[in-house]
Each structure stands twice: as C-alpha cells, then as structure tokens.
C-alpha cells in the first residue's frame, strides 16, 4: 500500500520569496505522484503530475516538481511566491498513471503568503 | 461548461435522514470517484466506478452506496445519515484507465459540504 506524508500543516512565506512544501511518498511499486490545489471553498485543481520520464516536472502557476526516487520525495517549488498562491496544497500517489485506482492523498500543506 | 458538476454545493440535514448527491461530468471520461475531506481536510478515496463497475471500495460503511446510471453520472446515496459523516465529499473523473495513460488526471467537481445535525 501507499502512503504521502507531507511535512508542515502550515507554511508561511513572504511574498516573493521561495515557496518550498515537502512531500515524501512510500510505494513498493513505482508511483505516480501528483500536486493538487485547493482555493477556499472550491474543489482540487491539478497543478503538475509525474508519471515517468523527465524528473523535473513544470506545472501551472509557475510551480514545479522535482521526482527523487533515492529519497521518496516529491517536494513542490515556486521561485517567487505570489498572494494569489495562499491555498491548500495537496501531494497525492496512484500506481496508476492517472490516479485510475483512486489518489491516497497526503494530510495538506496551508500555504500562507505575508504581505 | 462545467467539466464536473455536483449538485447540492450545501446540504443540511437530521442525524437518521436519507440524502443523495449528484455528480455529472461532460468530459467523455470513463472512471468516477468519490472523495470524503473531513474536518481536518483529509482526503480518501471512497469508491471508484470504470464503466458502471465498481472498482474500489475502501471499507466505506454499507450505508453509502454509489449508483451509476450511465458512464456520465455517479450518484452517491447516503441512508442513516450519522453526525460523522458531516464533511465535504468530492466527485471527480478521469479517463479510462486503459486508455492514454501518460496524460490522465482527474477532474474535480466543486465539492458538496454535508452538515449533519
């Protein structure tokens, strides 16, 4: 079985700076992983997935993410952080490409940006 | 167009009732799910339907059952409703599974926030 475990309920950045929220993974098989986002009040936006390939992977919003199999770790980076990134952020592993058996989701990262 | 929709977006309702919800997709996709986020924000997955068969269960009480009636709908009935199963539950729908398998995702509907009193 799989499992996320995403370090940090919260995370607070000054607005422009980096954003960095860690995600680690176990699987006994190679996994897919994924990024969601969520706005308040709304439903889970896809921000950027692995499935094989190139381990450094760009999404939306100019985050991206970078696949380390020798340390499970999926970690999402944004260079500069920007008001409008204050979300949810959820890290989330399938052994299916597109999550075809259902995601087992990480706890969540809050994402706090100070003006 | 919504890719996903659920219908109520807010439900409220007594310890004991029955209640559904509904969960319509446009995007041709043919695997659905429904999520549960409780309180904390927590997701799982609660059940997963790829052409009308149910394909996962992740020992969900027997109270909710899913109902499929075509590959574009899947509804989630909830009887006896108990003040646990107060939450936000999630729709979602991704390709086939045997399909394009390096570009799926799922999409999520916008959520329906059950309140149980």
């Known amino acids: 079985a799989q499992s996320v475990t995403q370090l940090g309920s919260h995370v607070s950045v000054s607005e422009g700076a980096l954003v960095l929220l860690r995600c680690n993974y176990s699987s006994s098989v190679p996994p897919y992983l994924f990024w969601y986002v969520q706005y308040p009040n709304q439903g889970l936006q896809l921000l950027l997935k692995y499935t094989t390939g190139a381990t450094l992977v760009k999404g939306i919003n100019g985050f991206e993410a970078e696949f380390k199999k020798s340390e499970t770790s999926f970690h999402l980076t944004k260079p500069s952080a920007h008001m409008s990134d204050a979300a949810e952020y959820f890290c989330?592993?399938?052994?299916?490409?597109?999550?075809?058996?259902?995601?087992?989701f990480g706890k969540g990262t809050h994402l706090i940006i100070q003006p | 167009d919504t890719a996903v929709s659920q219908t109520p977006k807010y439900l409220v309702t007594q310890m004991g009732n029955d209640k559904s919800i509904k969960c319509e997709q446009n995007?041709?996709?043919?695997?659905m799910y429904w999520y549960k986020q409780d309180s904390k924000k927590f997701l799982k997955i609660m059940f997963s339907y790829n052409n009308k068969e149910l394909i996962i269960n992740e020992t969900v009480p027997n109270r909710f059952s899913p109902k499929s009636p075509d590959k574009a709908h899947l509804n989630l009935h909830i009887n006896s409703l108990e003040l646990g199963d107060s939450a936000v539950y999630f729709c979602a729908s991704s390709q086939d599974r045997l399909g394009d398998r390096g570009h799926n995702e799922q999409f999520f509907g916008p959520g329906t926030r059950l309140t149980v009193l």
């Open positions: 995007l041709g996709h043919d695997t």
């Open positions: 989330a592993v399938s052994l299916a490409p597109g999550g075809a058996d259902g995601l087992t």
